[in-house]
């Protein structure tokens, strides 16, 4: 069954500590991204890869972290530098073909208490 | 000048309406073209895509495509109550081959 995998889907953090989003795909995808998403608004772009070992900051990258050691998973790192991580987390694969669209994983809905 | 802009909404058309969600984008030289649809605290699911001028059918939606006037427009015919969602355009840019996504526009159909 071909997909993209987020877990957890709720996390609750206390303020001060680093939390890890998993994102996992088996769609054999070049490309992973990360966005974020907060009530009422669009989709903001954290990170992206494009090949294993390499990866970019996005246009909102600043208090969060991210890894590309396997083809199929890109996790998500929020740290304690990330003032206001209240948001729903969404991860995204494409191939590397110019003509194919994203697809997303399920998401994370992350909450500072 | 936003690379893809949306119809800020929302929109709210009585069920069995047609529904109009419009996109344009800044470059010119774009190829690939799509819409997605996000329900409350739900991720984007495709449900169109568009790489050729003009229209292109599938069921009760028809995306439109106007590269001369860098336009792309999602049409729902006999709305439903269940098409209540934000819609998102997302465009391919050509010089870098990232996807840009519009704020969405939300529709409600009202029974």
């Known amino acids: 069954d071909g997909g993209i995998t987020q877990s957890p889907k709720y996390l609750f953090r206390k303020e001060g500590q680093n939390v890890t989003l998993s994102c996992e795909q088996n769609?054999?995808?070049?490309?992973m991204y990360w966005y974020r998403q907060d009530p009422g608004q669009g989709l903001r772009l954290i990170y992206y890869?494009?090949?294993?070992?390499?990866?970019q900051k996005g246009d909102i990258a600043e208090g969060y972290s991210v890894s590309r050691e396997k083809k199929e998973s890109f996790p998500l790192t929020v740290t304690s530098a990330q003032k206001n991580p209240t948001a729903f987390y969404l991860c995204?694969?494409?191939?590397?073909?110019?003509?194919?669209?994203?697809?997303f994983g399920p998401g994370t809905r992350l909450t500072v208490l | 000048q936003k690379e893809v802009e949306q119809n800020s909404g929302p929109l709210s058309v009585p069920e069995g309406a047609i529904a109009s969600l419009n996109c344009t984008y800044s470059?010119?030289?774009?190829?690939?073209f799509f819409w997605y649809r996000q329900y409350s605290g739900k991720s984007p699911e495709l449900i169109m895509s568009?790489?050729?001028?003009g229209d292109k059918e599938d069921g009760r939606f028809t995306a439109q495509l106007n590269k001369a006037s860098q336009y792309v427009s999602l049409l729902i015919r006999d709305s439903q109550p269940s098409d209540s969602a934000t819609y998102l355009c997302a465009v391919i840019m050509y010089n870098n081959n990232d996807m840009r996504f519009g704020a969405g526009t939300r529709l409600t159909v009202k029974p």
């Open positions: 890869s494009q090949i294993v070992n390499d990866f």
């Open positions: 470059d010119r030289v774009s190829q690939s």
């Open positions: 995204a694969s494409r191939s590397g073909i110019s003509t194919d669209t994203q697809y």
């Open positions: 769609l054999n995808h070049d490309a």
């Open positions: 568009i790489y050729s001028n």
